[in-house]
Structures are given as structure tokens and as C-alpha cells.
């Protein structure tokens, strides 16, 4: 039914635009001492201030304003000298003041940049994507629709309220229009999100965790004709939680712009909502009047204005760039380019280093997370972060399997019965009582009768024709159930054979 | 009769054994149940609670317990102070019944004190009025004759004081709340340097305007509250972080020998009654004559202070009271199956807020928005800063400012209730002050020959130089008092034979 | 002259989220004209080398420390709700966007 994805680009210039909401690990709030525990029950975690009471008043919390300098410096930006908050007047049920606290025409941070790599038909190219602004302001609260068939907002006989998130500081990051993608607007896009992922996860500013919604990222799409100046109508799609969702909405977004403009069709500047099972995004309720915001500077908080030194301390203590790291990483294991996409293209860097990190080699941890450990997680529709099996779990394994303890059948099956939850490997090891052949007289019967079997191939190997071996070995391993070490069967057979 | 005297010499007759707290603060509760009736300047009496307070301020007493020099005297305060789980309503049927969850850092403050809160004063919704005729409970009556206006929109502070049912008040003043009212019924008010007195429990009204301070009979008393709430908090990121300057000290000695007083040209003649400016000519003669130096200082901006108020307390008014919304606490009105929150709030809030907050809301939503912010509450920004000049200015020729408080003296109850224009004027004098966020004091300065009703004279002094006010208030009470020979209370008319 | 329509004053209304009666919108508009006519004349003197001032004092930098404070118990958080189901505060259904 839909257009081809080739189609689109062959006409269409896509423009991207992203807002990347960040939740920032403070213990307490933006604006008051209440706890921010993701998942407590509700209602426990509020105050006279995020409830927005009568006579409540706001005073900020310093570490939100340091993690924020330091999301700035790390995204190339510049520190305001002054910088205030500004109250956004709308209402809604979910605010409790009926406006938000935020930044608006004095942001704390504004003009940087954030550079990304990514694998196109002629290797590795950057893309630079400009921030505009990192601004600061606070959660909302959550809603539950009650009634009606489908818990959606729509169709819903009433609402129950939580305030807990009510007030969490909340880091916005927006890009300037980023140009010039092509057909990579979609990686450009997911790149973008997953590399401010890793350098906030450096920061240790947030646990950026996209499913938790700590981490929310707001695409914006227009497309214009190859050759044209003129700029499209956008769209905002919403509720992308996570980094593939990212890459699928926005080129949902582009196939859905396209279709509208070949029709003839008008784009309509609206927000959209990603719809994580049809991969496609839902129109949100457009609003028969402009919302004004009201903006004004918020009298209850006075101007940031930090101090030089304050800014250039944190800038020196700033950690090493996630893409120096890769860089440094990718030499230290002598990875080569299109290898290192794929880890971080699965996302299985950080847990690659923290299994090399307990003693892994290199090249066998990769293969494990990227091979055995990446199949099962795409079967299940999840990361291999995600599966319960950790770093430790694969350098155990690594371990065995140097040790001569496991064969790579059986570590694989290892594997498996950990991310069924069986036990760590150990446990597994014990429980399925698995255990490598290495009985040389268990494994020189299981050689004789291979031999028995194939006594012409076993003449091949005694007048020195070596690779002939590999069917004996073979045999013997389906004898042995592939609990031998081949390495171990292959030495005693060519000494059996005379070689 | 005790209660006829001042909370000063309460407090000795306390220290000396005289009377106890109980018995003191039972006295006001006998006279507020005999007169309130006719004041009507109580929303809620606590009667229960302020005979516990004043018990257990005995009771530390008799322990020998070093107590603070208000300790079991007995309090007023105004109904838009939060006091955990006694009913504030803000003379506003929106918060019918809400009892707060906390309290207020000057109720926190009193209760550290050990002073006695008998209940909730009356005032103009959300302290909006200068007359407590906007109160959704009806108004108070002016104890010098009922039929008259108390002020506002702290009347009901004010009349408890001039009723002698209660020694001490506390007030707020947006524009001229505390002194306004303190004018027309003879009475001391005072507006502490913006930042003074913490705003944290005081349900906002405009922000970067509001302030709360002491209301009492005499300077001294004023004084010896003012010094009880003030202080820096770190709850209220307005608060000035600094000592507080020596305020009683100042009060027991006036003296105001070789100081500069000037006289504010724009803030008399035309629009002012000619008793009103009898009255404050003599006590200028009168300080004169204690040696002061009265020179004539003019303020060409203040002209533009009343047009400027009335764009930023509406501004800020449109969006401090958007939080009362039906979702959280307060009224809720039209609540059926099939109604919508937003329905729900159109109608509690069409419901809840009265003529005049509705007025003042939706001015302040035309201020703020799109396409006028500049020409309206960015002009009045302009403006704050010029009138702030002017003081500037002023304040190098003069120690202190002087002006009458109020125009006129009290006006009838339902005379000016059609237009707002003329009941905005009675601040025109107070508000200078607001917009610059300096101190200022209305204290009583006679009876106006025409109508036998109290006239204020005011005091303006520089932002933390509120000692200042004391010092020249408490000269010029000294000196009119011996002129006078009894307290102008004693002159108090409207309850008849019970005055 | 600041000319109020009746339009105007509905479209403020509603940003301000208060039902009013045609009567009323008459009214306030006709009164918010003679107003905003009054408060206009900050024009007169809002030159654009005075700076605004948005606080009376020259206040900057004042921060809390990062550290965890009491909360209210959700029984005195729900206290005065006009409704409340499962420890959360019951409110009508909401139109609009789904956050």
C-alpha cells in the first residue's frame, strides 16, 4: 500500500529537527527536596510545592543547574552568563500549577554541536547536527484513563492522578533544522539520539533509560522537494522510546509526508503519536485554537548567573568523549571499521567493554554478544542489554571455554539456559550436569570407531592429507555429543594416525 | 480592660504575673464574640486551638523557659496566610474549606514565638481590593462606623485591631494592603523591604509585589512582630540572606533630630482630601520641630505607577491563580459523568472567583499575551525601573519619604464598588513602593476635620532600611500622642458604648 | 485607544479557563477597554534604552543542595481532593493530548 522508501528520497530532501527530553538523576527535585524514585507508589513522592499547593514557592536545586552546564560544555555549547526561568501558562490536569516552569527566551546553554558517524553506501561519514539550545524545566505528573475499552486517553470516563514525577528536573536539548541527511535522515536521527544517550551516560547526569522515559525524544520531519529552498510543513512525532522507534518514526514520517505531497495533499503541522506496534504514528487531538503560552520571567526564582570559574572547573572534569572512546577502544581490540558499527549499531559496546573489562578476550566477548547473545534478543524483540545475562555471566563463559571446560556448543548452551533464567553459569554447568569429554579413554573409543567407520579417510590422513581429518573430528563429535574438545580430539587422533 | 492595651504592655502584665495567657486570650475571645457579629473582620476564630497555644506558652512560662517577648499574646491573621489544617480561604469561595496540609514560615515563625493565632482575618479576594468588599464572605465593617469600608485588602486585620479584638495582625500589602487599611482605621501597618519577611505559606497574589508584615496599635508593637516573623528562608528564593536590621531598638528610640525628610511632590494635592493633608502637614510640622530637616523630593514617575501595578499584578495574578483548577483541592463544580476536566474547570472557576479577580485575570491574560506583552507588562517593567530611579534619586536628598497614605479616609461600603478606576486610586500613594520592593509605614496622623475618620501618614525608607521607618514612626507617635494626650483608639466610635 | 471586542474578552476566557455568559463578556469587554485605556500610557514613557525590571531586588544565584526532604504522607497529599481512587487524585476525563 505504502510508497517505497527509495521513492520518497528520490524526490523528497528530508529536513530533521529533534527535542530530546532528558530526566536528570538529581536525588530530589527540580524544585523542592521530594525523592525522584522511579516506580514508587503514588502520591508518596509530593510536597506542597510539586503539588502545586496555595502560598508553595520554588527554590532550584544546584545539581540540576551543574548537570545542565555540564550537558552544555559536553555539547559544544555556550554557558549563558545570564540566564533566567519563565513560566509556560497552560493548563492541564498533569501540571499542578497550571504552568510550567521552564526556560524560554534565556536558556542556560545555547549554540552547539554534536557530531555523528554513520555507515553509508561509501563507509563511515560524519554528520554534524547543531544544538540550538539546552534548556531546563520540570516533569509532570502521570495519568491513568479510567473506563472505557482501551485505557487511551479517548474515550475514557475519568482520570487518576500521581504527582510523583510532578517537578523532576527535565533537561531539554533542541537541534537547529538538520539538512543535507539524504536518505540517512532515519540513522542520522537515531545516531543523534543514541550518541546524547552515551555522553549523558558518561556524564552520569541520567540513566537515560528511553523505555522508563528518562530519556524521550520528539522528531520533527518535513520533507522538500530535491532542489527546492522551500521548506515543508513539520510534524512533531511523540512517545518514541527508543532508538530503533527513533529511526522507524522518522522514516514512517517521511513515507507518510510523501504520500500526502504526491496526492496533492496538504502536510498538517501537528503533533503525532508513535505507535510502537505499527511502527506508524496517530494524530494527536489538533487544537481548534492556538495555545498562547504567556511566557513570562518566572518572579518566584531569580537569574542564574554562574560563576567562570564554577563553569570552567566542570569543564575540565568533563569525562572522555564516547566517540574518543570508541576510538581508543577500537584501536586497544584492533577492530576493524564495519565491525565497530555493528556493536554500536546493536548497541553492544558498553557491554562488550565491561565483559573485556573482567578479564574477556576481546575478539571471543564480541562474538558472543554480537552472535549468539544478538540472536536471541532480536528473536525476543529486545537488546541484548536487555536479557538477563551480564558481562560477568560472558566472561565466565569466555573463561570456560579457554580453560578447555566448555566447548562452543556447549557454551552456547550455557548461554541460553542463563537467559532462561536457569542460574549463572556455574549453575547452569552443575545443575545440567554439562561437562567436556577430555577422558582420553572415553575419547579414544569414540576415535577407534570413527576410524572403523571411515577407514579410507583415515588412510587419507595417514599419507598426510591433514584436512581429511576434520570428518573424523566431526564424527567424533556427534559421538561425544559435543561435550569433547575438539582441539583435544583432533590432537589425540593424529597421533593415533601416526601424524 | 486589658484588652484596650498594647501588646507591649500585654506582654509585662504576662512577664509579671499579671494575667496569664489563657485569661488574655480569652478576653479577646469574649470581645470577639460580643462585637464580630457587627465587625465581621473574623473568617474563622480558633478558638480551640488559640487556648492551647496559650496554655502551653503558660505553661513554658511557669517552667522558667526563656520565652520570646510576644509569647501568649494573642494574633489576627490575615486569611491568606496557610496555617497547617485551619481553614484559608483568601476571601475566596474557590478554597471553601480547604485546610492546609503545612504551614506558612511566619506561621511557623509565630508558633516558635509562642504567640496565640485566635483565627482568620477577612480581606479582599486573594487580597485584590482595597476596600475587603471583594470578600466572597461579605465585608468587614470599619469599627470608627460600620457603614464605612475597613480598607483592603487586609480590612479585616486592620478592623480586629481598631475593635480591640486582637492586639496584633499580621497583614500582606501587594499595592498598600497593610498601610491602606492601617490609615483608615487607625491603626499601625507596615510593609517590610520586599524579601523581609519570608512569602513561603503566602498564597501569591503577585509574586514580585507581595509582602506580609506586622499590623499593630503602636510603632513598638509593630516593631516587636515585625522582628518575630522576619528572616532570612531558604524556602523563599526572594528572601534577602542578610541580618535584619535593628527595628526594635529603633522604635523605642525615636529620634529623628538632624535627619532628612523629604516630602514627595506627586503624592499630594489634587485627589487628596483637605483633612487628609491637614493632618499630614501638622505631623510634618511636628517632626520639624523635633529637628528634622523636611525637604521637597520629586518622583516625575510615579504618575505612571498606578497604570504600571495594574498591568503586573494582573500578569502575575492571571498565572498564580490559574493552579486553582478543581483537581486538587478547593470547589468543584459541575462534576457528571461525561464532563470534562476542562469543563469542570471553566465552570468551578467561573463559579469560585469573584467579579474582580475575574477582571483581573483576564486583564493579566491580555497583558501576557502574544502580540501585547511588549506594549503592556514589558512597558510596566519599564516602568518599575524608572519609578525604582526615582526613589533612587529621592534617596540621596532625603533619609526617609513622606506622603499621606490614603487619599481620603474611609469611604461608604458599596460607594465605589462599580468602579474600579476610582477604588484603584486609594493605592496611589502605596504602591510606589511595591513596584521599587523598599519598606513603608502608615501610622495614624489625626482625625480629618470633615468626617472625624482616622488619616495615615506614611513612611518610606530604602530597601533593608526598615529600622528607618521605626525610628521616625516612633518619634512622631510620641510626638502626637502628647499632643492628642490619649491614643486616637480611644476616639473609636462605630461600636458605641462597647468602644 | 484599546479597542476590546466581545470576541476578544471570549478568547481570553478561555485561555483562562473561565465560563462566562454572553452578558458578561459584554460587560467585561466594554470595562477592560476603559481600563486598558487607563494603563496604556506606560507606553508613554517604556523608551527602549530603560531596561525592564521583573524584581525588585538584585537577587541571583540561589540554590538548595541536591538533598532528599520529607514529603507530605498521600493521605495529607489527597486531603482535600474533591475526589481520590487508588491513592491518586480522581479528576473528569481529560480532553486533549495524550502526554
Redo the contacts between chains.
Sequence with gaps: MSLKYEDVIAKYEPVLGLEVHVELG???KMF????TIFGA????????VC???????????????EYTIMIGLALNCSIAPFSRFA?K?Y????M????QTSQYDEPICINGFLDVEIDTDEGIKKFRVEIERVHMEED?G?????GGATG??HG????????NRAGIPLVEIVTKIVPGTGKYAPEVARAYVAELRDILRSLNVSDVKMEQGSLRCDANVSLRLIGSDVLGTRSETK?VNSLRSVERAVRGEMIRHAELLNKGERVVQE?R?FQEDTGLTRS??S?E?AE?Y????E?????????ATWIETLRAALPEKPSTHRKRLQEAWSVPDKEMASMINADVLEIVEATVNLGADPAKARGWWLGEIARIANEKDVTAADLPITPKDVAEIVALVAAGELTDKLARQVIEAVIAGEGRPSEVIETRGIKVVSDDGALMAAIEKAIAAQPEVAEKVRGGNLPAAGALIGAVMKETEGQADAAKVRELLLKHLGQ | MIIKRNAADMAAALASGETTSVALTQAHLDRIAEVDKEVHAFLHVDSEGALAQAALADKKRAAGEKLSPLAGIPLALKDVMVQKGIPTTCGSKMLEGWRPPYDSTVVSKLRAADVVILGKTNMDEFAMGSSTENSAYGPTHNPWDLSRIPGGSGGGSSASLAAFEAPLAIGTDTGGSIRQPAAVTGTVGVKPTYGGVSRYGLVAFSSSLDQAGPCARTVLDAALLHEVIAGHDPKDSTSINAPVPAIVAAAKNGNVKGLKIGVIKELQGEGYQAGVLNRFNESLELLAGLGAEIVEVSCPYFEYALAAYYLIAPSECSSNLARFDAMRYGIRVGDASGVSAEEVMNLTREVGFGREVKRRIILGTYALSSGYYDAYYGSAQKVRTLIKQDFDNAFLKADVLVSPTAPTTAFKIGEKADDPIAMYLNDIATIPVNMAGICGMSLPSGLAEEDNLPTGFQIMAPAMKDDRLYNVGAALEAALLSKWGAPILSHVSGLGARA | MAEISRDDVANLARLARIDMAPAELDHLASELGVILNAVARVQEVAGQNVPPTSHPLPLQNVYRKDEVTPSLTPEAALSAAPASEEQRFKVPKILGEEA
Design positions: 538529581t536525588a530530589s523542592c527536596g521530594c525523592n507508589e503514588p502520591n508518596t513522592q509530593t510536597c506542597p503539588l502545586g499547593l496555595p502560598g508553595a514557592l520554588p527554590v532550584v536545586n544546584e545539581k540540576a543547574i513560566r501558562n493548563f492541564y490536569p498533569d499542578p500549577k497550571n504552568f509532570t502521570k495519568s491513568l484513563h479510567m487511551r486517553i475514557a470516563d475519568y482520570s487518576l492522578l500521581d504527582y512517545n503533533t503519536h494527536g487531538r487544537k485554537q498562547d504567556r511566557y513570562f520571567p518572579p518566584d526564582l531569580v537569574p542564574i548567573v554562574p560563576d
